[in-house]
């Protein structure tokens, strides 16, 4: 059974950073696409960034590039969501996916990952 745990949500004030973590297990994770999602209240979920594995490609929605990076440690099978210069829009909660892919593949629709995480909470205070 997959199981993705995020941490690193919390309270941050306009310009500041955090650093989301996903921890991966139940599935090979050295060979899964991940990607980032969110879904701030009222709207719906939202693609964030992604990153495939192997020939690592990564992707992000417009509103976050030059400010956000996403990374994976295959030896700790996590990935990260390192934000920077945060902004009020930036508030949702979080949530990690996950999916076997072939290598080189990222995945930006939601429709396509098969396993998520329970979110974390990232608010950003103007």
């Known amino acids: 059974q997959v199981r993705l745990v995020e941490s690193g949500g919390g309270l941050v004030q306009d310009g500041g950073s955090l650093r989301l973590s996903c921890v991966a297990s139940?599935?090979?994770?050295?060979?899964?696409?991940m990607g980032w999602f969110r879904q701030a209240p009222g709207k719906e979920r939202e693609f964030v960034a992604a990153?495939?594995?192997?020939?690592?490609?990564?992707s992000y929605t417009d509103s976050v590039k030059g400010r956000f990076t996403i990374s994976r440690d295959n030896n700790k099978d996590t990935v990260y969501l390192q934000m920077n210069s945060l902004k009020p829009e930036d508030t949702a909660v979080y949530y990690c996916?996950?999916?076997?892919?072939?290598?080189?593949?990222?995945?930006?629709?939601?429709?396509?990952?098969?396993?998520w995480g329970q979110g974390t909470q990232v608010t950003v205070s103007s």
């Open positions: 996916a996950t999916l076997p892919a072939p290598n080189g593949i990222v995945l930006i629709s939601s429709k396509a990952y098969d396993a």
């Open positions: 139940g599935r090979t994770f050295s060979t899964s696409a």
């Open positions: 990153i495939s594995w192997g020939r690592v490609r990564t």
